[in-house]
Nanobody, 117 residues
Framework: QVQLVESGGGLVQPGGSLRLSCAAS????????MAWYRQAPGKRRDLVAT???????RYTDSVKGRFTISRDNAENTMYLQMNTLKPEDTAAYYC???????????WGQGTQVTVSS
């Protein structure tokens, strides 16, 4: 089992910044991909960014150039630096860890990000 705990959400004005953290514990070895997803009220949960065990990153088009995903393997923590936030970024943000072997996916409890003036 892998336990994931997100933190760092909050209320921010448009154009502002936030950094989300996802602390991983448990059977964290062999996690192949970690990701951030987000879900706005009444909408589906969408992929925001991914980072592989080798450090390769990918982003959904709407956040490219504004968000940066990273991981600190020594601290077993993943981050999402979010800059130039927009009201449409408002959502609950979820951390995900995926193991290819066994096709196992783990989720955190989510952290709310609200972008509003």
């Amino acid at each position: 089992q892998v336990q994931l705990v997100e933190s760092g959400g909050g209320l921010v004005q448009p154009g502002g910044s936030l950094r989300l953290s996802c602390a991983a514990s448990g059977s964290i070895f062999s996690i192949d991909v970690m990701a951030w997803y987000r879900q706005a009220p009444g909408k589906r949960r969408d992929l925001v960014a991914t980072i592989t065990s080798s450090g390769s990153t990918r982003y959904t088009d709407s956040v490219k150039g504004r968000f940066t995903i990273s991981r600190d393997n020594a601290e077993n923590t993943m981050y999402l630096q979010m800059n130039t936030l927009k009201p449409e970024d408002t959502a609950a943000y979820y951390c995900n860890a995926y193991k290819i072997f066994g096709n196992k996916s783990y989720w955190g409890q989510g952290t709310q990000v609200t972008v509003s003036s």
